[in-house]
């Protein structure tokens, strides 16, 4: 009998303090939703009119952590202008200016460009790389299987990482990129452990396909398409500091580099590493 009392005593605690806690739970249910009533901000409709604006890429080029938070800031920010949505190009930031009373800046389109050509049969391979498919976890072994450092590793990483499916693996082992799907947000550029894309302004004429900073010698040999830094493309530049060389590697700057008649720097390149746009563009095409 007594074990019984005990029990019944017991159960009726463990009640007691149910209903206390479920009680302390509903009281503090209704403060929270009376606090969040209270002082709740009622979003302005104009962000809502942007973001929906926007091609939601997700991208962050703009500098904010997605499109919805760009809207925020775009709208309620002065300092904001409207045309960091790179995606969205000139379009956009026109419609995003006139939602916002902005003045939209015109801002050159820019598309990835692959600083590399050392693709299958190019590049030589130092050790035959059996790990995980990704770029990075390649280069923490041995900084990657082919004996040029500095090159595309590609296995790959810029193409899932693209989130308007302007790249592609080509068959030459190397990404592709098709200029009219790339937005020039940088998503590829970002997560690319050896760095060998840059945006180029699609007004460039002259690029340098190859990232190798080794001298010369080192340089071809482990890649037959590398630049040597041999500098004859900068001594037969017709416009002075259209191409310099920068730690054994041709450097072109796209302000100053126009697409001349003779393209001498493209002609005078013993290793192709340099040519113009329209010739990388065919040659990619070809290879992809």
């Given at each position: 009998v007594g074990s019984n009392i005990m029990d019944m005593n017991m159960t009726q605690i463990a009640i007691s303090v149910i209903a206390v806690m479920v009680g302390i739970g509903i009281v503090f249910g209704f403060i929270l939703a009376f606090a969040n009533k209270?002082?709740?901000?009622?979003?302005?409709?104009?962000?809502?009119?942007?973001?929906?604006?926007?091609?939601?890429?997700?991208?962050?080029?703009?500098?904010?952590?997605?499109?919805?938070?760009?809207a925020e800031a775009v709208v309620l920010d002065p300092e904001v202008p409207p045309n960091l949505c790179v995606p969205g190009k000139a379009e956009v930031a026109a419609?995003?200016?006139?939602?916002?009373?902005?003045?939209?800046?015109?801002?050159e389109p820019k598309y990835a460009h692959i600083r590399c050509r050392g693709g299958n049969g190019i590049a030589k391979i130092a050790f035959e790389y059996k790990g995980i498919h990704d770029c990075a976890a390649a280069k923490t072994v041995q900084q990657g299987p082919k004996f040029c450092k500095f090159g595309c590793l590609g296995f790959g990483n810029c193409v899932r990482?693209?989130?308007?499916?302007?790249?592609?693996?080509?068959?030459?082992?190397?990404?592709?990129?098709?200029?009219?799907?790339?937005?020039?947000?940088?998503?590829?550029?970002?997560?690319?452990?050896?760095?060998?894309?840059?945006?180029l302004p699609i007004s460039a004429k002259v690029s340098v396909s190859c990232s190798s900073k080794e001298m010369g010698a080192v340089a071809r040999k482990d890649c037959s398409a590398?630049?040597?830094?041999?500098?004859?493309?900068?001594?037969?530049?017709?416009?002075?500091?259209?191409?310099?060389?920068?730690?054994?590697?041709?450097?072109?700057n796209p302000a100053i580099c126009h697409d001349c008649e003779e393209a001498t720097c493209v002609a005078k390149c013993p290793t192709k590493a340099i040519a113009s746009m329209v010739a990388a563009a065919k040659t990619e095409e070809k290879i992809g």
């Amino acid at each position: 009998v007594g074990s019984n009392i005990m029990d019944m005593n017991m159960t009726q605690i463990a009640i007691s303090v149910i209903a206390v806690m479920v009680g302390i739970g509903i009281v503090f249910g209704f403060i929270l939703a009376f606090a969040n009533k209270k002082f709740a901000m009622e979003e302005n409709p104009l962000i809502g009119e942007v973001e929906e604006a926007l091609p939601k890429g997700q991208c962050g080029a703009c500098g904010f952590a997605g499109c919805a938070k760009y809207a925020e800031a775009v709208v309620l920010d002065p300092e904001v202008p409207p045309n960091l949505c790179v995606p969205g190009k000139a379009e956009v930031a026109a419609v995003v200016a006139k939602l916002t009373g902005k003045v939209a800046e015109e801002t050159e389109p820019k598309y990835a460009h692959i600083r590399c050509r050392g693709g299958n049969g190019i590049a030589k391979i130092a050790f035959e790389y059996k790990g995980i498919h990704d770029c990075a976890a390649a280069k923490t072994v041995q900084q990657g299987p082919k004996f040029c450092k500095f090159g595309c590793l590609g296995f790959g990483n810029c193409v899932r990482a693209c989130p308007f499916g302007a790249m592609s693996m080509g068959a030459n082992g190397l990404p592709h990129v098709d200029k009219n799907l790339c937005t020039g947000c940088g998503k590829c550029a970002s997560i690319c452990p050896n760095h060998v894309i840059e945006l180029l302004p699609i007004s460039a004429k002259v690029s340098v396909s190859c990232s190798s900073k080794e001298m010369g010698a080192v340089a071809r040999k482990d890649c037959s398409a590398a630049c040597i830094g041999c500098g004859l493309c900068m001594r037969n530049c017709a416009h002075e500091g259209g191409v310099k060389v920068v730690d054994h590697l041709a450097v072109v700057n796209p302000a100053i580099c126009h697409d001349c008649e003779e393209a001498t720097c493209v002609a005078k390149c013993p290793t192709k590493a340099i040519a113009s746009m329209v010739a990388a563009a065919k040659t990619e095409e070809k290879i992809g």
